[in-house]
């Protein structure tokens, strides 16, 4: 019984040699690379007369490059040079493509590794706008909004609303993911599943988007400059959006300054540099920090533009009451604003913010 056993094994381990090398595939019909392609994108950012960014998220390190064109076919089109989306940002990556005509039409479809995207090749190319030139008194549609909460709402059915009324630009006003963490990777993933919503996919592919933030992604509820991983936050805000700036060279912070025709667009940090909301109301309490504060002033100052609009993720109003968060905790800082804008006779200023979850018109 024993020699049996011992020819027994033998002849299973016979076997298994001859059956292994029949079922690996020949080596000349696998694709080492996968199939290099979008995960999340694109996303139209930035806009300007003569330039457009475009956002996306690829599979990996693979060369990206966008063809475009005023024809709807493409059938003549440009493209921007090859591009590297790398592992360190998380595989985000914008693309400019300048020397465009102002208030023009354009499309596009992005190339990965020289390619179309395996699983957009039944989409039409994509479209946006560019911008009216400067100073240009043009009629055009605003659409903004904050807290999409996927964890609670995972259909989110305003989007296709949005997409039918054909925004020029669409300004997302704070608390765009609920993060509600300290880990970074978190506030990534946290945008990663916002951005695959379905309904929202017309509007990225074909609008612009500006953003700023509020608490929740920032880091954690009500949240102000003590929070730990402030830094890492804004580098997160950074690969997932296309802004056309992030605070000054010497000042971090995703506020930015924007024109579109004749309406000039101040987007301020509110959480970056934020005192404590239960901190005494005092002079020196500050939602912005110092620096910013200047910079708002004197972009205000500058402006010739017909309208001035402070895009803000905390709300201006008193509704939150003392301490609440919102710039009733910081009265001292908002009424130094409202009088600035006051006494320097600064007109069309028009103030939008986020929040509260509900519209309110003042």
Request: with cysteine; aromatic share 12%.
């Amino acid at each position: 019984m024993k020699s049996l056993s011992v020819v027994s094994r033998c002849a299973v381990l016979w076997l298994i040699t001859l059956v292994l090398p029949a079922s690996q595939a020949p080596a000349a019909s696998r694709n080492d690379n996968g199939y290099p392609r979008l995960m999340q994108g694109p996303m139209v950012g930035t806009v300007t007369p003569t330039e457009g960014i475009i956002w996306l998220r690829t599979t990996g390190e693979y060369t990206v490059s966008i063809e475009y064109g005023t024809d709807f076919e493409l059938r003549s089109v440009a493209s921007t040079q090859p591009v590297v989306a790398r592992k360190a940002s998380d595989y985000t990556l914008v693309v400019t493509i300048s020397g465009l005509e102002p208030a023009t039409e354009y499309f596009y479809r992005v190339l990965v590794n020289g390619k179309g995207d395996k699983y957009l090749g039944e989409f039409p190319p994509f479209r946006f706008k560019t911008a009216p030139a400067a100073g240009v008194s043009a009629s055009f549609r605003i659409a903004f909004g904050s807290c999409p909460k996927f964890q609670d709402d995972r259909v989110q059915p305003i989007w296709p609303v949005i997409s039918r009324f054909e925004p020029d630009l669409f300004l997302w006003i704070g608390d765009n993911i609920y993060g509600d963490t300290l880990d970074p990777d978190i506030l990534r993933e946290e945008y990663r599943r916002q951005r695959d919503v379905p309904g929202l996919q017309p509007l990225l592919h074909n609008t612009p988007h500006l953003a700023v933030w509020d608490d929740h992604d920032f880091a954690l509820n009500n949240h102000d400059r003590t929070n730990p991983i402030k830094e890492q936050a804004l580098e997160v805000f950074e690969d997932y959006w296309a802004n056309p700036a992030y605070g000054l060279l010497d000042v971090p912070g995703v506020f930015f300054s924007y024109t579109y025709g004749d309406v000039d667009f101040f987007f301020i940090d509110d959480r970056y540099y934020r005192d404590p909301n239960s901190d005494p109301d005092t002079p020196g309490k500050t939602m912005l920090g110092a620096a910013q504060f200047q910079w708002l002033q004197e972009e205000l100052a500058a402006s010739t533009a017909t309208f001035k609009a402070i895009v803000s993720g905390s709300g201006f109003t008193k509704a939150k009451g003392e301490g609440g968060d919102s710039w009733a905790a910081f009265l001292n800082e908002r009424d130094r604003l409202f009088d600035f804008i006051r006494d320097r006779e600064i007109t069309g200023v028009v103030l939008l913010t986020g929040d509260s979850h509900v519209g309110e018109l003042n």
